[in-house]
């Protein structure tokens, strides 16, 4: 059974403090890794697609890198405007897209 | 969210009553989904559209079924709505290949059943 761990659950950082976000799976076949941003009383946003272990994208202040069996978000120099839910999804060969549960960031000016 | 609107955005049901819940897109994209999001536990997905009249299931269909009359609208209905079924209902569509991540998802339903 695919499985995805986010990690830490929540997060709280001052604003201009870098850091990481952790998305674990284990799966059988890895098609594709995806990073969602959630703001309060909205739908997942897309940020990333990542397909293979050493691959790296990146969008203003996040990055997302990969290896096999886990995955980043990599945040430097948050803003407030950063604080959302960051969810993270795996697809893996011949099931359906799993996601974590979600880490809760919190950037405080 | 450019291109999908749910409604109702908020409902509350009673125990047992049916209750149809809306996602209509302007993308003509081919696939559509519905998700449910609850505390403990990730997005999960109940049942998806491959095209107008098909679709299938998805891992927590009991208790629902949909319907796709037309490109743009995909309905999800609780047959008899049960307190287990409060939840926030998340509809999203793809232009990609079945079970590509869906591109865009709505700004969700919030579904109290009492």
């Known amino acids: 059974e695919d499985q995805v761990t986010q990690s830490p659950e929540a997060l709280r950082l001052q604003e201009g403090e870098s850091s990481s976000l952790n998305c674990s799976y284990t799966?059988?076949?890895?098609?594709?890794l995806f990073w969602y941003r959630q703001d309060p009383g909205k739908g997942p946003e897309f940020l990333f697609t990542l397909y293979s272990a050493g691959e790296e994208k990146e969008k203003e202040r996040l990055k997302a890198t990969i290896t096999k069996k886990e995955s980043f978000l990599h945040i430097t120099a948050p803003k407030p405007e950063d604080s959302a839910t960051y969810l993270c999804?795996?697809?893996?060969?011949?099931?359906?897209?799993?996601f974590g549960e979600g880490t809760q960031l919190t950037v405080n000016p | 969210d450019a291109g999908i609107t749910q409604s109702p955005r908020h409902k509350v049901t009673e125990t047992g009553t049916p209750v149809t819940l809306r996602c209509h897109q302007t993308?003509?994209?081919?696939?559509m989904y519905w998700y449910r999001q609850d505390p403990g536990h990730g997005l999960r997905l109940i049942h998806y559209?491959?095209?107008?009249?098909?679709?299938d299931k998805g891992e927590v269909s009991d208790g629902y079924s949909v319907s796709r009359s037309k490109t743009e609208d995909f309905l999800l209905t609780l047959e008899s709505a049960t307190s287990s079924q409060t939840s926030v209902y998340f509809c999203?569509?793809?232009?990609?290949?079945?079970?590509?991540?869906?591109?865009?998802f709505g700004s969700g339903t919030r579904l109290t059943v009492v």
């Open positions: 993308e003509n994209h081919r696939y």
């Open positions: 999804a795996v697809l893996a060969s011949g099931s359906r897209l799993t």
């Open positions: 559209s491959y095209g107008v009249k098909d679709t």
């Open positions: 799966v059988s076949g890895l098609r594709g």
């Open positions: 999203a569509i793809s232009s990609g290949v079945w079970q590509a991540k869906p591109n865009t």
